[in-house]
């Protein structure tokens, strides 16, 4: 496969004004005919010929202006068709046929659980119709769906229903009009035996939406959460990016097999039955909490994406990174900002940080690819968001606003690129931004070498930052980025913010300061006593940042920082220098001697009043395995599964009573809801659970038993159940595991969830459980959420994934092999693991390029062979 170069952009010579479209639906041979209103482009050479994408259809008629195209006229091979001379305006229409049965790839058009459904972003409508698949042709669709009365009684697609009927032989139509141009990825159709829930939305300006959730008939009760969410998300849009909805109806369909998390497509959104489906008994706080960010998510698309859409796909974070941006703000108004943030660092430094880092590390903006779906990643989409955020900083909220106001009236309807973005930004705020452009063009992770002094004499601190990129593949030179670092002083006697005054400027207890040089030294003047730099505040630039802080330094900063994300800072800096030690020590064959002042520090945490429950949650979290991974040099999987393991049970053990007063304090009998107060409140309690159960004493038991059985909701149910499967006692894994699995056996995600509980246990016999889960009834290949539940979760098991024998790595490649034929997107996915095989030692890092090269001999997809030749190259 030969890759795609951003520097090889060509506007389209041909546009598409009008699709019309109809499909008559059939699971082995589904007739789709197309008729497309074309015009040259004025600026297109009068001889350009037309490019139509198409793959794996079966052309059976091709009319130019109504006239059969001669077989000379045209050429057409696996890529498409070319059509040498076409005059500057006419009418093509097509009629192919395709099978939506053998559809695995889940591109395209294709059946989930019976139904008819479509993903197209990135290039999945080239598999349903001959097209020029590409983001900035934008045409009005007029689509016609015929289906079966009986098997298909709902036919939906984007826009508004028009016009239906019956006909002959059992069959049904229905005919949808949407009125906005769009790109053909934001096409979908379903068409199913459906049932729906409906709701309804008055605009700001007074108009009245009718919204629609579509779900199978047995989930109608688990779309309230759903719904809701939606609800609050288009008012929040109203509110504060003054965005309206657009058409009279807004869907969502629940389907159960789906590559990603959701689809914005116009009006008709479909979702991952995982992404839409909540009830209190069978998903977590969390699923409650990803739902609503993802429908936000999905319904924010609408104007960044739908009506403002990517020129081309090296764009992508155009709309992605803008949008998450989007979701990441609008739920943490909504619920409480500072978990929100911390848990997306938290994610963010684990994630995008391990993909910076590896062969796959590429820009925001990436500057080639071979299959765009590669492309779906962290750092088009988290990193994106954190660019986004970085600029709303820099230029306040107001002119960001006004950027946004701005960005969207010019470009309605259009699609455009990243600088098109930036530019309505420093023209709404008379910034020059075009240092902060280095953003989107260089890969890798910044990092900020800092180091301060106070000198008592002249009451000043100097701040000296000095920042560094590392090489990431095909860029080895980088440049300085312009960082924006917020920080305070926080004086070490008075435990206060001290006020700062730089360059003679008063700046309050809380600044920003720009690094944009190489080298920056700041000096603060007036600084009444020594301080402790509070750095990087909220997270201000997603880079790496390194200060000598000591024990004490963090200590203090953990109860001291008026930052409320810095103290978590503080409490996950302290325990890493902790298990720091304790790796050194473990690889040493030293004996591990635990940090008391990591005790304390917890101690005086558990004692204090809680002003919120959930950042405290957040901070009695120790890093996880991954996180810790990511800050070593040469990744120790034992040592690192050890050490944590280590200061698990030293503070369960020293901290016994204190958790346990917490646990009884927030155990509660209020009905569920998922309310930031009862979410913080079972986080809470979660937490102190998972410590009591480090050291397992029958009182410890006795309390997760307790909450296992009581079964109030799948939270605690949840926790409690993986705490029993995780524990050394295989008494207590085995009958819970059974009786959750039997009384679930009729829900695919609860199952899902019981999947990944027993293979994400550190016990040795987990890579057999997974050999023997994969012949379980409720486990497919085929469905992407069985996949993630139980080889994803797998692969995230470090100590059995990284087994000495190499044998989590073969049966990874084994089922990538296999995926490959059937679904390559999710096979290049699963395959990430063994692509970071230069973290490891050499005996693993042997192992894992074995695999890979075992992988390399295969027959590939275009995903997965871009992916293995980075990782090998
Ligand atoms: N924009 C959507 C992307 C997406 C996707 C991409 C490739 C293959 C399958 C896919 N399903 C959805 C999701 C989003 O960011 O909103
Ligand atoms: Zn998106």
């Not at 839409?276 to 698309?301: K, N, S």
């Not at 970085?390 to 002119?399: D, P, R, S, Y």
Request: aromatic letters at 10%; glycine letters at 4%.
């Amino acid at each position: 496969p030969q890759p795609v170069h951003l520097s090889d952009y060509q506007p389209p010579a041909y546009r598409v004004t009008h699709t019309e479209l109809t499909f008559d639906l059939d699971p082995a041979s589904t007739r789709v005919e197309a008729r497309l209103t074309i015009e040259r482009h004025p600026e297109a050479a009068p001889n350009a010929p037309l490019f139509l994408n198409g793959e794996q259809l079966t052309l059976e008629s091709l009319l130019l202006d109504d006239e059969p195209l001669a077989e000379s006229a045209y050429q057409h091979d696996d890529k498409g068709l070319t059509v040498a001379n076409v005059p500057a305006a006419f009418t093509l229409a097509t009629r192919v046929r395709l099978a939506p049965e053998e559809n695995t790839a889940l591109e395209g058009l294709y059946q989930s659980s019976g139904m008819f459904c479509t993903q197209c972003e990135a290039e999945g409508f080239r598999r349903i119709t001959f097209y020029p698949d590409r983001p900035d042709v934008m045409a009005v669709f007029r689509v016609t769906v015929i289906g079966d009365a009986t098997r298909e009684p709902v036919l939906l697609a984007n826009g508004n229903p028009v016009e239906r009927g019956e006909l002959e032989g059992g069959r049904h139509f229905v005919t949808w009009e949407d009125p906005h141009p769009k790109p053909a990825y934001l096409f979908a159709l379903v068409a199913g035996d459906l049932a729906c829930v409906e709701d309804h939305f008055t605009t700001m300006n007074g108009r009245e939406v009718t919204l629609q959730i579509w779900v199978e008939e047995e989930n109608l009760g688990k779309t309230d959460h759903a719904m809701a969410s939606l609800k609050r998300a288009m008012r929040w849009d109203e509110d504060s990016y003054g965005r309206e909805y657009d058409l009279d109806r807004f869907m969502i369909v629940a389907v159960n097999d789906f590559n990603m998390g959701a689809m914005e497509n116009k009006g008709l959104n479909i979702f991952n039955s995982a992404a839409v489906l909540t009830h209190p008994d069978t998903a977590t706080d969390a699923a409650f909490q990803q739902v609503e960010g993802i429908v936000a998510h999905e319904y924010f698309h609408n104007w960044s994406g739908n009506r403002v859409t990517c020129r081309d796909w090296f764009q992508l974070s155009l709309k992605e990174g803008f949008t998450v941006f989007r979701d990441q703000s609008f739920s943490a108004d909504t619920n409480s900002a500072p978990v929100k943030r911390i848990q997306d660092v938290a994610f963010f430094r684990t994630a995008q940080f391990a993909e910076d880092a590896g062969p796959t590390a590429h820009s925001i903006r990436p500057e080639h690819y071979i299959e765009i779906t590669n492309f779906y990643t962290l750092t088009i989409y988290e990193k994106g968001a954190e660019v986004v955020r970085m600029l709303k900083n820099l230029v306040g909220w107001e002119a960001f606003r006004r950027g946004s106001d701005l960005y969207f009236e010019r470009f309605d309807g259009q699609a455009v690129t990243i600088e098109d973005f930036v530019g309505c930004m420093a023209e709404a705020s008379q910034q020059d931004l075009t240092q902060f452009m280095r953003w989107y063009h260089q890969a890798g992770t910044p990092e900020i070498d800092a180091h301060g002094e106070y000198d008592y004499v002249n009451a000043e601190y100097r701040l000296t930052l000095r920042q560094r990129t590392p090489m990431t593949p095909g860029q080895t030179h980088k440049q300085p980025l312009h960082i924006p670092v917020r920080m305070g002083l926080v004086g070490t006697k008075s435990g206060h913010d001290l006020t700062l005054t730089l360059d003679g400027e008063k700046r309050g207890k809380d600044t920003v300061i720009h690094l944009r040089e190489a080298e920056q030294t700041f000096v603060f003047t007036d600084v009444a006593e020594a301080p402790t730099p509070s750095l990087l505040r909220n997270f201000s630039a997603p880079v790496k940042l390194h200060f000598p802080y000591s024990r004490e330094d963090l200590a203090f900063l953990l109860t001291e920082d008026s930052d409320g994300f810095n103290r978590w800072e503080a409490s996950q800096r302290l325990a890493m220098l902790a298990l720091n030690d304790l790796i050194a020590a473990h690889r040493n064959g030293v004996e591990k001697v635990m940090d008391t002042r990591v005790i304390d520090a917890y101690r005086a945490l558990l004692t204090a009043p809680v002003n919120d429950k959930a950042v405290l949650a957040e901070m009695l979290k120790l890093p996880s395995e991954a996180c810790i991974a990511e800050s070593q040099p040469l990744v120790d999987v034992d040592a690192i599964h050890a050490a944590r393991e280590f200061v698990r049970q030293s503070l369960g053990f020293a901290l016994r009573d204190e958790f346990m007063a917490v646990y009884t304090a927030n155990v509660s009998s209020k009905a569920y809801a998922p309310t930031p107060e009862q979410i913080g409140q079972r986080s809470l309690k979660s937490v102190a659970l998972a410590y009591l159960m480090a050291v397992e004493d029958e009182e410890a038991i006795e309390r997760c038993q307790a909450q296992f059985d009581a079964g109030h909701n799948m939270t605690d149910v949840r926790q409690a159940l993986t705490l029993l499967v995780h524990s050394s006692r295989d008494e207590l894994a085995a009958p819970a595991l059974k009786a959750f699995g039997e009384k679930w056996a009729h829900d695919s995600l609860v199952m899902d969830q019981w999947f990944s509980i027993q293979v994400s246990r550190p016990q040795e016999d987990v890579l057999e459980r997974v050999k023997y889960l994969m012949q379980h009834p409720a486990f497919s290949l085929k469905n992407p959420n069985k996949v993630r539940a139980l080889l994803g979760a797998f692969a995230q098991n470090r100590v059995n994934f990284h087994r000495l024998d190499g044998a989590g790595y073969a049966l990874l490649a084994d089922a990538v092999i296999e995926l490959n034929r059937l679904n390559p997107e999710i096979a290049a996915r699963l395959m990430t693991p063994l692509t970071r095989w230069r973290r490891f030692d050499d005996a693993r890092q042997a192992l894992m390029q074995a695999e890979l090269e075992r992988i390399k001999q295969e027959p590939l997809s275009a995903n997965v062979y871009e992916l293995v030749e980075k990782a090998l190259a």
